[in-house]
């Protein structure tokens, strides 16, 4: 059983930055692909980001692409995920999950239960 917990979340400016850390714990994090996932009030869960569990590849909605970036350090059991450039639409929560499935490109594709592991987040909340 691994727990993942995230943390790094606040309130920020529109424009402003964030660096989002996941701590992974009782298992071995390098035997999963891990993403991010957010989900903005009253709306359902959606793909951000992902890793694949070596750091080789990694996979981003086209939403966020150049202003998030996602890394790993498997020796830390951590995944990070660099927010750039907030929009007041970036609000909401992120989580971190953890598949033992390797999506590759259609990680765009995958849902809630599709993961193996879930955080129970942390709140971003861009201000206009």
């Known amino acids: 059983q691994v727990q993942l917990v995230e943390s790094g979340g606040g309130l920020v400016q529109a424009g402003g930055s964030l660096r989002l850390s996941c701590a992974a714990s009782g298992g071995t994090l390098s035997s999963y692909d891990t993403g991010w996932f957010h989900q903005a009030p009253g709306k359902e869960r959606e793909f951000v980001a992902a890793?694949?569990?070596?750091?080789?590849?990694?996979y981003y909605a086209d939403s966020v692409k150049g202003r998030f970036t996602i890394s790993r350090d498997n020796t830390k059991s951590t995944v990070v995920l660099q927010i750039n450039s907030l929009k007041f639409e970036d609000t909401g929560v992120y989580y971190c999950?953890?598949?033992?499935?390797?999506?590759?490109?259609?990680?765009?594709?995958?849902?809630?239960?599709?993961?193996?592991?879930w955080g129970k987040g942390t709140l971003v909340t861009v201000s206009s």
């Open positions: 890793i694949s569990r070596n750091g080789g590849r990694t």
């Open positions: 999950a953890a598949s033992a499935f390797s999506y590759g490109s259609k990680w765009p594709e995958a849902r809630e239960n599709d993961m193996h592991y």
